[in-house]
């Protein structure tokens, strides 16, 4: 018999595989050992190479250009539906618009329980709950009145779910102004069909357990189920599974939640959308949000993102009428006024002697005092955890430098009479050294503040008050994030010390008083954003403040050396779309986003001139070649803003292009050359970043 004649009676599988090699594999399908016909989208069993994996079935043929002889069966099936085909096309989509493999966009979003065939057995015995997964704090919203502005953009969301059509609609809103209760009642709507599904989004994990006590209390009757990184290996792949399956309506989760499977779905929701926790930062470096912007279109569903300070693309796109803007003005409790913003200017605390190293002015240790005295939570944020940034020697400006990192090391209280170093780029951890290495001075000592020693300070100044601090520190073990804000809404703190996690999000009731010190540094960073991201912090750490009626009038206290720069004037006046309005007439100016696309090509190498030499031929070669587009402009190759990360140099070169079709195409022809390259020069990783946030 032909090869021919073989081909046309076998079923062959085209398989994605999570490894960088950018095509599908050709497997063989055994009807009779596997007992079912194939599908595309089923999570399947392979071997590949001298190992076993998982893969998923793309696409299924007669043919195949090779040998039968010489392509591998196909070793199992899951026990488990195929992949909901939006999922399947958002990835082929995510794999072209990124440059990866469809196998590294896909794969990867599968739990790793259901990537191992050898648990596919446990996974389909239903496991036993532990008790504290069912005794879930509900907070009801049931009883909650809409105002009229609320109650007209959910007739509104209504009208677009009820047409079936796409819509794209940003829900800007003051914080406090209920924009949870908000989309909550929509999502109702949504929720009447009894297969539906929605996805909700959040950007941190430690925001989850209080979204899924509201959600649970809005929706007593539904299934909820929350997926982000933070969970077991099992439960992660039950949740998934059950999301899957369709038989959670709810799906709560972090940026991964847009990656999963859910066949019913109806709406998303994308809170805090202007986070850049949506923007993944290793492997594929996709934006969760613009991927449930494109799968909402695909599906022909209403997407809702919703922020206090959404992004300048989002907010640029619905004043171009591409999105529909809903907007809350006002504060959702009774009797609750937004904060009084106060900016001391630091100078000025000096040149009367009020300002000492612990970075306290007198007026806000004063407003400190009597916020406790009136029995009322204050909020000291400050984004920068450890004891100290860095260790120096009076005698030579030695500084506590990473040997790995263009970085310094971190000062860090460990317990009351032990303290080391630690870089917070590539985890290296040292002891303190007992004189300096450079002279043998003794007298080390520590610059700057952070979490740590902010608290200490106020242990000090005020031994009556109960202080909490939350940073990545303290919420490292399990459960210990949710004890914390447990404890600052139980009332059981006076005042709260912490980085940027105590500002997304929560509805803390007794907060009446924020303190921010030392957030001038993001003023002058290379970065093009990093005003926008500093405004955005600010905005949200000062809406924590005043969220109930008893708080009374709250205030907001800034310590600056710049009271006139943009971010605090604006934020003075709570004027959200002034700054955004200055933001985007100054990136018209010059030509940056949203009126430009961007994409960074980043080298990497164990020297910097190894990175930058294969940057500049991929360069040179990509420019020289017929296909590169002629509106597309390259930066020079230069190394990054910091060079050296985990005993790594890096460099990088950066894309740009008024047109997102012609970026794509220069995209293309460069990715060529950088395999190209990498072949030549062994060692030198390089990826391609579409859409950076950090340049």
């Known amino acids: 018999m032909s090869f021919l004649q073989n081909s046309e009676k076998q079923i062959i599988v085209e398989v994605a595989l999570d490894n960088p090699i950018n095509k599908l594999f050709d497997y063989r399908w055994n009807n009779l050992c596997l007992d079912i016909k194939p599908q595309r989208g089923q999570i399947i069993a ?17 043919r195949s250009d090779y040998d039968l002889d010489k392509l591998k069966d196909v070793q199992g099936l899951a026990p488990i539906s195929p992949l909901s085909e939006d999922l399947l096309g958002m990835s082929e989509f995510a794999a072209s618009y990124y440059q990866r493999t ?16 050898n648990k596919w057995d446990l996974l389909s015995k239903e496991k036993r709950k532990k008790k504290k997964e069912l005794d879930i704090k509900e907070t009801s919203t049931k009883e909650i009145a809409l105002n009229t502005q609320q109650q007209e953009i959910v007739s509104n969301l209504i009208a677009k779910t009820v047409s079936q059509e796409y819509s794209c609609n940003l829900l800007q809103g003051v914080t406090g102004s209920g924009k949870t209760l908000t989309y909550l009642r929509w999502l109702e709507k949504v929720l009447e069909t009894p297969d539906s599904q929605v996805l909700i989004m959040v950007p941190e994990i430690n925001l989850t357990p209080q979204m899924e006590s509201t959600i649970q209390g809005a929706f007593p009757n539904k299934k909820v189920v929350v997926l982000h990184s933070g969970l077991t290996d099992r439960s992660r792949a039950d949740h998934w599974a059950c999301a899957h399956a369709g038989d959670a309506q709810i799906i709560l989760g972090t940026r991964m939640a847009i990656m999963a499977s859910m066949p019913n779905l109806k709406a998303i929701v994308v809170d805090e959308e202007h986070d850049l926790s949506y923007k993944q930062q290793e492997g594929v470096r996709y934006s969760a949000r613009d991927l449930a912007i494109w799968r909402a279109k695909k599906l022909s569903i209403p997407v809702l993102l919703v922020s206090a300070t959404p992004s300048l693309e989002t907010w640029f796109h619905a004043e171009e009428s591409r999105y529909q803007k809903l907007t809350l003005s006002n504060r959702a409790a009774k009797d609750s006024e937004p904060p009084i913003i106060e900016l001391v200017d630091i100078k000025q605390d000096r040149k009367i002697s009020q300002q000492s190293d612990h970075g306290f002015s007198a007026y806000l240790l004063e407003a400190l005092q009597k916020n406790i005295d009136l029995g009322l939570q204050s909020l000291i944020y400050i984004n920068r955890r450890g004891y100290s940034p860095v260790i120096s020697c009076e005698a030579c400006g030695w500084i506590s430098d990473c040997q790995k990192c263009s970085a310094h090391m971190v000062l860090h209280k460990i317990a009351e009479h032990k303290k080391n170093l630690c870089c917070h780029h590539c985890g290296l951890i040292k002891q303190i050294p007992k004189a300096c290495p450079d002279c043998g001075n003794a007298d080390l000592q520590p610059i700057g503040k952070g979490t740590q020693k ?7 100044t005020f031994p009556r008050a109960k202080i909490l601090r939350i940073d990545a520190d303290t919420t490292r073990k399990k459960g210990s994030a949710d004890n914390l804000f447990g404890a600052i809404h139980d009332g059981d703190a006076d005042i709260i010390v912490g980085t940027q996690m105590i500002t997304k999000g929560h509805d803390y009731k007794a907060v009446s008083l924020v303190g921010v010190i030392d957030a001038d540094a993001s003023l002058f960073s290379q970065d093009f954003r990093a005003g926008e991201r500093l405004f955005a912090q600010l905005m949200q750490v000062a809406g924590r403040a005043g969220r109930s009626e008893k708080t009374g009038q709250s205030k907001v206290i800034i310590q600056t050396r710049y009271p006139n720069a943009a971010p605090y004037t604006y934020l003075k006046t709570n004027d959200v779309d002034g700054f955004l309005e200055e933001l985007k007439n100054e990136r018209e100016l010059v030509g940056l986003p949203p009126f430009s696309y961007q994409a960074l090509v980043h080298a990497e190498h164990k020297t910097i001139m190894a990175a930058i030499d294969m940057l500049r031929e991929a360069v040179n070669f990509s420019k020289a070649d017929q296909n590169w587009p002629q509106n597309v402009s390259l930066s020079d190759v230069i190394p990054r803003a910091m060079v050296r990360v985990a005993g790594k140099e890096r460099a990088q070169v950066l894309i740009e292009s008024g047109n997102r079709q ?14 190209e390259q990498n072949t030549k020069r062994k060692g030198v990783g390089w990826y391609i970043e579409r859409d950076p946030i950090l340049i």
């Open 454 to 460: 902010v608290e200490e300070f106020l242990v000090k």
């Open 662 to 675: 012609s970026l794509q195409l220069a995209i293309q022809v460069m990715q060529h050359y950088l395999t």
């Open 46 to 62: 392979v071997n590949f190479g001298r190992k076993d994996c998982v893969g998923v079935v793309m696409s299924i043929k007669e």
């Open 102 to 117: 469809i196998g590294e966009v896909l794969l990867p979003a599968i739990p790793k329980l259901w990537r191992q065939k």
